[in-house]
């Protein structure tokens, strides 16, 4: 498989896991009546960007997340202040469909006037003094600021974040991770489809010099039994018998080419854990559909396990700087996942996107589930927490997230150069 054919699946794969996240975003908050202002996949600097009906969709620099920019949800970056001239544009209704903020001397078939008053989010009204004359015109609800030649669209508080119930907003929020979710289990289904069901467990190779080799192991052997257990299709009973028997010396019995052998097996120490350095495979017959949405189960089960498992110990500090991998290291790991097939590359995309889910449900600021911690509290208080306070919280923790990001990066790239 060539670098390019690598790389355009490591990047494929990278626009599926984001989008469908931001999807779930933006698709419940349209449904919610909130204006999403921008969906965006990457951040940084915007390489590529256009508009359709009320959201631009940008793909950005930096490929490390995405986002969906909902109305209210920060300040309004586009104010317009009392004692301001500005100029205005009617449509045929009568109501103003456009406020120019700069260049005014440019515009053309526009009434020009001081502010005298504006509410562009509840009443939609703004009063001018033209020419010593207070006139007051209605606002259309999609009327557009313009200024320095971007428009932004106005935002009346019925279409912003806040306006809507603690209930709405939450399901806006946590249908992201739930999109990954759904996205991981759609993909485990497809991979125990085309696995299929293995029918015994073979050995695929055997690694010259290793445990494996020594006792006499090779390649093509079908395993029967480990000290009279009986191994099966057992695939994980075998690695894990493997792994707990690091220096124990074991009785296998195994089928070559038709013959029953009995063999003194004993694992190498490395890690501390058994290894024998052998690859395991295995002969496969179709799955029934019973065995696809449990062989799916167990997918999503041991994964979603071994996932918390690992983040569990990020929390306690059980960790080092090597053990984290960054965009440059996950999309290293990925390029080899995608040249061992399609299938193998598929279950590491549906791992990657439970993790996802999972990771972006932890409370940590700047993440969705610090964002639906917050959403609790409101629902508890009886009253949302201050808007400028909560937006400081995500900001400092987006801050931080972006000092990790750099740091294992840093370390992702020395790793390279190191060999």
Not at 149 to 167: C, H, L, M, N
Not at 170 to 176: C, K, L, N, R
Not at 264 to 277: D, M, N
Not at 298 to 306: F, L
């Amino acid at each position: 498989m060539s670098a390019i054919e690598v790389g355009l699946k490591v990047i494929l794969m990278f626009f599926i896991l984001v989008s469908i996240h931001e999807w779930g975003h933006f698709y419940f908050a349209k449904r919610a009546g909130i204006l999403v202002r921008e969906f965006a996949i990457g951040f940084g600097p915007k390489i590529f960007s256009y508009k359709k009906g009320e959201t631009r969709y940008t793909l950005r620099l930096l490929p490390i997340g995405g986002f969906v920019r909902m109305a209210g949800e920060d300040p309004e970056i586009v104010q317009v202040n009392p004692g301001q001239t500005i100029a205005i544009k009617l449509n045929k209704q009568n109501e103003v469909s456009s406020l120019f903020l700069d260049q005014l001397d440019r515009r053309s078939n526009v009434i020009l006037g001081v502010v005298e008053h504006i509410d562009l989010e509840r009443t939609l009204q703004v009063s001018l003094d033209v020419d010593g004359e207070r006139v007051t015109y209605p606002v259309d609800r999609e009327a557009m600021m313009v200024t320095k030649g971007v428009e932004t669209q106005i935002a009346p508080y019925d279409r912003q974040f806040g306006s809507k119930t603690v209930g709405k907003r939450a399901i806006a929020i946590v249908m992201g991770p739930v999109m990954n979710f759904l996205l991981a289990i759609v993909l485990f289904l497809i991979v125990a489809i085309m696995s299929g069901v293995f029918t015994n467990v073979k050995l695929d190779s055997v690694l010259a010099g290793k445990a494996g080799e020594k006792a006499g192991l090779q390649k093509g052997d079908i395993i029967i039994s480990i000290d009279n257990q009986p191994i099966g299709s057992d695939r994980e009973k075998l690695v894990t018998t493997i792994q707990s028997s690091a220096g124990k010396p074991m009785t296998w019995v195994i089928d070559r080419s038709g013959n029953p052998l009995t063999l003194q097996v004993t694992p190498e120490t490395e890690a501390g854990s058994g290894k024998l350095g052998v690859v395991i495979s295995g002969d496969r017959r179709s799955a029934s559909f019973s065995e696809v949405i449990t062989g799916t189960y167990e997918q999503v089960v041991g994964t979603t396990i071994g996932i918390v498992t690992g983040l569990q110990k990020l929390v306690m500090l059980q960790f080092k700087l090597d053990d984290l991998g960054g965009p440059v290291r996950t999309a290293q790991v990925s390029a080899q996942f995608a040249q061992m097939g399609i299938t193998v590359f598929l279950s590491w995309m549906a791992t990657l996107s439970l993790y996802l889910g999972i990771f972006n449900l932890l409370p940590i600021p700047a993440l969705d589930g610090s964002r639906l911690l917050f959403m609790g509290l409101e629902a508890l208080r009886g009253k949302p927490i201050d808007p400028n306070r909560e937006s400081m919280v995500h900001f400092v923790g987006f801050a931080l997230l972006m000092l990790l990001m750099v740091a294992v990066t840093y370390n992702d790239i020395l790793r390279l150069i190191k060999g």
